[in-house]
């Protein structure tokens, strides 16, 4: 956590030797000074013959004699050199994160709250629910609150209305935070890396529907929650974040979801920073997390 | 959690042979249903020469032939036979909670969530801060909300207010919630077990101001914090609940800020919640907690 | 922990008015003196219209003012007039636990260091393997070491001398302390509720082979093992205790492994105390452990 | 964990533009493969103006087109240029750890049972004892035993004596597996950063002796240990590894022994691993962990 503007440049590219040495002298060579650096070599293993090299790396903005769609454009003969996929982000540029809820009102609150400190440094352009529930609590805080009902017979409608509103709202995140409905395949497909679930168990447990339920009919001791990528595939995506917390034989469903709701809540918010710091490269359905 | 009214009998005594037969003995005969019963026996020691016996029962209300005043008469002649300290609350009275807050939003935000969902079945009958920061929140959710200054020359006054708040509004125990201010013995006094705080640290670690700060310094790999009662000693009353997370070399003093405010409402809601319940009872300057 | 020897009672049966009265009365009859009480009330639900009810409760022995045989007699009439499932041990009769192991070190080293310093106050009459690498271990222990190799064509012959040792050992408990075979249905059936297995692996995640391939695999972030009892199925036996360990993108399945054992050996050693102890109560396909 | 052999690199310095692009603009010039990188920058206090550099990094031996001792010989320009405090180690030089017991058996077990599967692959040259215990079971291992009784008058030639057998087993690090004495500042002294010790607290809670005694005394809900550097100041040295584990007020002293057992082999194998691995890097009286 830094308080100077800097530029985070994260990078991912098939391993060999010499990649540290170019990035890093194409930074010093400008004097860049490097505020953090993360390095992580993926050995080869059945699909990938080379291995592969993650980095990511945050320099100060003032140190650099240019601004930044010049460190774009120098940077880029070094990426395509490697074969790199690459971005670079401003920490002075807020990342915009679109809310989804239903509800329940424990990662609302959490998230408002951390929004309300500037803990998360962020823009709200706006909070999405198919329930009128939390419209007053949302507005008070002065973000806009969109009520997108859900109609049961074609939801084809409901969602390009969702897909509508982030685009207006410029969302560079959608959160789920307990939205509680299935996103159309074509709307995950629209949005690859950008999309966060947190899902109420310690995946690939308890996939889908009432997994308190299903953790209380195994008998397990610990119950837990995931923060994910939301992909096509249901509870699938690639794993950002988990955590469990210890129950026993006198906690009923209801004690669990009490307890889930803790977890939830706190794994979603670590998963959404890493995400929003750009600390997250994924690795086909891994991923990597330069914590 | 249960749906239905029950009664929760919390008591101690001098162990001896019997206890357990007497009082679930006397609950059986009026066909009483026992809902949860948890039984401990703290061996003698050198400062207790027979031991002590605590118990928490509860009994569902409806199985009872008689109300609650006539319950408490019937078992006192058990509880004076006993040498007990005891007493027994109603699941249909809500208790009062008042909430100290001072400038950070974390614990108030979790708070007012599970109020608000009624995870936490209470009523909060004011918040009280030496800050006017939280006023509109606090008075969105329909809540009564007193700016009581800090005079820094003579907290007599100030402190004075503050109890008389408490008084005039009925309180059953009062929640320090990153309060930040030292009450003073007088006030502790007046409100034995009833006063409960959150400290951010792991106590007996890093008492007192700045306790990231001193962590920091000294290098820990986890940091904490403490739910207690409040006792005249600053942070030294009966510890209810405590939690910790991992840090590393690269986490700031912010950043440990950051992740002990995660530590700091979790522990300081389940402390409550266990409070609340009658699940905890004093044993010199420790507890048990029925867990 | 206690020094003093106690008996045992642990019992279950439909949960009524009047169960606790009855057997505490029972016992402060005879001025019995209580150590240690457990109490469930497991509520009703689909597959239990009543529900059930659990207990142990540890009586000091010298306070009886009979032997054990005559504890037995006459608790008999209650546990008959409550249709408990029932029985009572002493904790001056050291339970019998064979372990079964293969190739893995780790929690055969465990758990004869807490047999040797008596942490496990335990016989164990005989250690059984597949390999002979652990005979000189075991053997330097003053252990009889069993080494029954596995025919990969007919597995009954390796099964019936098992079993044939378990009975001439006299053995309560068998413990799978990473013995990597499955145990044929017969065996499993033969021993219900006594044969303890440690899975590496968070169930119900990664059943079967090589769960810590699996865990990679899918970018989990905490990787756990599981205690339970073996049934036929393999895997899906009563859950007795369970924990987990943070991972992360650098850890390869080689590093999990070494983690993992950190786990195995605490969750199973763990886990076999609570049974030894006779602190865990079946329920269906799920357990109460009155830690 | 890597299979094929590699040498560390370990470096700290005061932190400047350019040390990361000199150092891998070194190895990559001679087509050094690098396994693993991590890099640390201490921000600018109080106490250091500039602040501070921390490197590991691991090179594929095979890789480099020259032995050890000239990559040492090349690179000492570079440390010296940087102002660095730096080696260079080999893993195929296998670290020589002598250890120190006294009773307490599970830290022994635990890191003989390591030793054995190779998990930690390094050379025991002898067990140090003031206790004559573990004798047999030391030698039946194969490993050398030295029963070194302690004058409690004068404590002069014992610890001169462990000296003598330290330097005569030509060891690289001495590891306090549970001793439970207090070694002379002068031999703290002698081995910076070479002598390891595990503490049964979570500290600095509970400094010195008994520490059990004094969680149980204060009813703390969480108990620990905790692995670090020896040096003159009881305790106080520079914590590695610490980790915690949940106790309540049904735990005795006896209890909180046993839990703690678990915890103390753990974090000290964990901690141990680290440094013989040259991932910790001490920063005035902190560590940097390169987990």
Chains 1, 2, 3, 4 share one sequence.
């Not at 993360?38 to 592969?52: I, M, R, V, W």
């Amino acid at each position: 956590m830094h308080r100077d503007r800097f530029y985070t440049l994260i990078a991912s590219c098939p391993d060999r030797v010499g990649i540290v040495a170019r990035v890093s002298g194409f930074i010093s060579g400008y004097k860049g000074w490097i505020l953090e650096t993360s390095l992580h070599a993926q050995p080869p293993d059945e699909g990938d013959a080379t291995g592969h090299y993650f980095m990511r790396i945050e320099v100060r903005a003032d140190s650099l004699p240019f601004m930044l769609s010049e460190l774009r454009e120098r940077f880029r003969p070094i990426a395509e050199e490697f074969g790199m996929e690459w971005k670079i982000t401003d920490s002075a540029v807020k990342k915009r994160v679109v809310i989804l809820v239903s509800k329940q009102e424990h990662c609302l609150y959490d998230l408002l709250a951390r929004w309300q400190s500037k803990e998360l440094d962020i823009e709200i352009p706006c909070v999405i629910s198919n329930h009128d529930t939390f419209r007053g609590f949302v507005e008070w805080h002065g973000i806009p609150f969109h009520h997108v009902a859900i109609d049961s017979g074609d939801k084809t409608a409901t969602y390009a209305r969702i897909r509508h509103i982030f685009e207006e709202a410029d969302g560079d995140t959608m959160v789920l935070a307990r939205y509680m409905q299935v996103l159309p395949a074509e709307l995950c497909a629209a949005y690859p890396g950008r999309i966060i679930n947190i899902h109420h168990s310690f995946l690939p447990s308890f996939v889908g529907a009432r997994p308190y339920h299903q953790a209380w009919a195994k008998g397990v001791k610990l119950i837990g929650a995931t923060c994910h990528y939301v992909t096509a595939e249901l509870d699938q995506g690639p794993i950002i974040e988990q955590d469990v917390i210890r129950i026993d034989h006198t906690d009923t469903v209801a004690d669990m979801v009490r307890y889930g709701k803790d977890i939830e809540k706190t794994v979603l918010a670590r998963g959404l920073r890493y995400h929003l710091e750009d600390r997250v490269l994924t690795c086909g359905n891994k991923t990597i997390v330069f914590r």
